[in-house]
């Protein structure tokens, strides 16, 4: 109650704020002009969107493109601060975002079904409120009206999906509760680029990279957010680049990279990350250009 209390308070406080000066000016109340009011000398006045990066500290009011108040929040050092509100298309607040110290918490006043409009008029999210937040439906749209982003739950569990806005597939993230179970990503040609398991709040599972032309670039495992087991990579070409071994996420064991023309280019083994043992160095025909011998990561021995 005394946060909604303080809140309402700035609120009235910015538009008392924001009532002096010429903020009737038709001319301006659009989607090209900001109204400032200057922090140290509390005078308003209008500035063009392209002068953004100029403000340092003062309160902002942004419009629709017929005039009517679209956004109002705070600047401090160059950055929002403190709350940003939101106006729908009737004038009245339906939420805003809160502005803490290494993150932001967006709230919106009412639960229920919702339809939220850039200041172009434009639809830009549609979906369910549920705990005054965005629910378990819930879809963004792009500025040329093709969808953003999809989300369709139940109980908290289900796909979001989002897209290029080419309308081409970007990414997939299946829920379950407050975790993801998969997670992909696609390259805008509508290749798949990434696959990845996520258990308990990190990467869990097979890891799969391709390039953009389809082919597989690496191949591995994680174990609780770290990598683990062995790891296989490769060139767009197709030939094997190398494979890799890892324990808790550093290298560990055998390790060995290839030339793209299939001759071996290093061999060596690690422990902890470190280099341990006899590494041999070779050239792209074959020939043997260093061996050494490691311990601890530092060479003791080495012949030409």
Not at 44 to 53: E, R
Not at 228 to 253: M, R
Not at 291 to 302: L, Q, R, S, T, W
Request: with cysteine.
């Amino acid at each position: 109650m005394k946060l909604l209390y303080a809140l309402v308070l700035i609120l009235v406080l910015i538009v008392a704020g924001c009532n002096t000066g010429d903020t009737n000016d038709k001319e301006k109340r659009n989607t090209h002009w900001d109204w400032w009011v200057d922090a140290s000398s509390g005078r308003g006045t209008w500035i063009p969107l392209s002068d953004h990066p100029t403000w340092t500290n003062g309160i902002y009011t942004s419009f629709y493109y017929d005039g009517k108040v679209f956004e109002r929040g705070t600047i401090r050092e160059g950055k929002h601060v403190d709350t940003t509100f939101w106006f729908d298309r009737e004038g009245n607040v339906y939420g805003y975002k809160l502005h803490l110290k290494d993150t932001s918490i967006d709230y919106f006043i009412k639960d229920g079904p919702i339809k939220v409009f850039g200041n172009d008029g434009k639809i830009r999210m549609e979906g369910i409120v549920k705990d005054h937040k965005s629910g378990d439906r819930w879809t963004e749209y792009y500025k040329s009206g093709f969808k953003q982003r999809d989300c369709f739950l139940v109980n908290d569990t289900g796909w979001c999906i989002k897209y290029y806005e080419t309308e081409q597939l970007e990414d997939s993230m299946f829920f379950m509760g407050n975790t993801f179970a998969v997670v992909k990503h696609w390259f805008e040609n509508g290749q798949l680029a990434h696959s990845v398991g996520w258990k308990n709040n990190q990467f869990d599972g097979e890891l799969l990279d391709y390039y953009e032309n389809g082919q597989l670039k690496q191949k591995g495992f994680y174990k609780k957010g770290q990598f683990d087991g062995q790891g296989e990579y490769w060139y767009p070409s197709g030939k094997l680049n190398g494979i890799v071994n890892y324990q808790n996420g550093v290298t560990t064991g055998r390790q060995i990279t290839y030339f793209e023309n299939g001759q071996t280019q290093v061999e060596a083994f690690t422990v902890d990350g470190k280099l341990e043992g006899e590494q041999k160095i070779y050239n792209e025909q074959g020939k043997l250009v260093k061996d050494a011998f490691y311990k601890n990561g530092m060479e003791v021995n080495k012949t030409p």
